[in-house]
């Protein structure tokens, strides 16, 4: 092969267009250069599948072209450069082509907002919880992920799918309540029908029906008759029905944005109870009572320490 660059580089894009006879492409692969190329060009392929997980993929192969090029910069940088280019610009266009431009809404402890979807649903986030979406194709696919709780009103058409970590929901058009935090899944039905999914879990709830999930496990469905939207939405009351007490001092967090530290272990105990969503001291206050928890609490720097349990 010539020393010269401009040969080296057409020969590369002859090798890359598949262009050399087998007797040069078997003598160019067998060498130091070609055995490099090889990898990077089949790391490529990886790279380039699967596309959800592209932004990652694209991360990971700046790093990789970074360190290549300052490894081999003394010995063939043209060789590196140019492959490493090809590479960069491909996967580049592929991210690019293939992201999706959501559109996404967040809520800070202690504050509630609510959203107007493309299709005039409305969906009402809960405190500390996010919502994410596709706006451009949202009316033809209404797909959702929600992260935390909130309260969907659903007009009529395509189905309309919210997806969390712990399960997901499918509808026409209904309203209903969607809670997931920790590792459980929590959905009540107000209005029509809602398909809740989680791996073998398949179960259908209409109006005032409920189910919760616990670590992908079915915990239990109910039936009981609702409002047209839940308390936390119209009184401001928190609601929890058998959670663990772990999930009862997370929504405390939640709720007013405060910092919990406990010296004892809560994990086997579980709450039932509501709370106001406007008064910090009466919300820890009730929460801590059923387990008759000794505690401490400072407005100021919002600090809330559990000490004990109080003896009878």
């Not at 450069?81 to 999706?100: C, D, E, I, Q, R």
């Not at 979807?117 to 949202?138: I, R, W």
């Amino acid at each position: 092969m010539s020393s010269n660059s401009e040969d080296r580089e057409d020969f590369l894009a002859k090798w890359l267009a598949g262009e050399l006879t087998p007797e040069e492409k078997a003598e160019f692969e067998s060498t130091d250069q070609g055995q490099d190329m090889l990898n990077i060009l089949n790391s490529a392929d990886k790279l380039a599948f699967p596309i959800y997980d592209v932004e990652a993929e694209l991360l990971k192969l700046k790093q990789t072209q970074s360190r290549q090029e300052t490894k081999v910069r003394s010995i063939t940088p043209i060789w590196r450069m140019a492959v490493a280019a090809v590479l960069v610009v491909g996967v580049s266009l592929v991210y690019f082509l293939t992201k999706p431009n959501y559109e996404v809404y967040e809520t800070p402890f202690g504050e509630t907002q609510a959203i107007t979807l493309p299709d005039n649903s409305v969906v009402t986030l809960n405190v500390s919880s996010a919502l994410k979406f596709n706006p451009k194709t949202f009316t033809e696919n209404r797909k959702l992920i929600l992260e935390g709780e909130a309260f969907f009103e659903v007009t009529k058409g395509v189905n309309f799918e919210v997806n969390t970590e712990e399960g997901k929901v499918v509808v026409m058009g209904t309203s209903f309540n969607v809670k997931q935090r920790q590792k459980n899944l929590e959905v009540q039905v107000h209005t029509g029908i809602v398909k809740v999914t989680e791996g073998d879990i398949d179960i259908v709830l209409n109006k005032g029906d409920g189910v919760r999930i616990e670590n992908g496990r079915l915990d239990r469905t109910w039936a009981k008759a609702v409002d047209e939207k839940p308390l936390w939405i119209t009184e401001n009351i928190v609601e929890l029905s058998d959670v663990p007490f772990s999930e009862a001092l997370e929504s405390l967090r939640n709720s007013f944005g405060i910092s919990i530290q406990s010296d004892i272990s809560l994990t086997s105990e579980r709450f039932t109870g509501s709370y106001p969503g406007d008064n910090v001291e009466v919300a820890i206050q009730i929460v801590l009572s059923t387990e008759k928890l000794e505690y401490t609490y400072d407005p100021d720097s919002k600090q809330l320490s559990i000490t004990g349990v109080a003896e009878n």
